[in-house]
């Protein structure tokens, strides 16, 4: 897990403390892709996905691989 040591520990919505991660492909092919330009040409980028067990939020976090790609291509811009 690449997130380790910057993922969340607590919920910003309820507080809880009781969160659950998992790792996800970010889309492409047939669904969307919502990391465009930042995985590889036959892997999508990463999402780690952070759920909250007392509400529910879900978070969303670019892997770190990804993030280094920010600044490949024309896909991103910076704000
Ligand atoms: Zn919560």
Same mark, same amino acid.
């Given at each position: ?5 910057? !993922?969340p520990?607590d919920? /910003?919505?309820?507080?809880? /403390? $009781? !969160?659950? &991660?998992?790792?996800?492909? &970010?889309?492409g092919?047939? &669904?969307?892709?919502? !990391?465009?330009?930042?995985?590889? @040409?036959? *892997?999508? #980028? *990463? @999402?780690? +996905? +952070? +759920?909250? *067990?007392?509400?529910g939020?879900?978070? @969303? @976090? &670019?892997?770190?691989? #990804?993030?280094?790609?920010?600044? $490949? ?5 910076? !704000?």
């Open positions: 897990m690449p997130h380790i040591g910057s !993922l520990k919920c /910003r919505n309820c507080g809880s /403390r $009781e !969160l659950y &991660a998992t790792e996800v492909s &970010a889309g092919g047939y &669904a969307p892709n919502y !990391l465009p330009g930042l995985g590889t @040409f036959w *892997r999508s #980028a *990463r @999402f780690t +996905v +952070v +759920v909250c *067990r007392g509400c939020e879900t978070r @969303f @976090f &670019a892997s770190v691989k #990804a993030i280094s790609k920010l600044d $490949e291509g024309k896909k991103w811009r910076k !704000l």
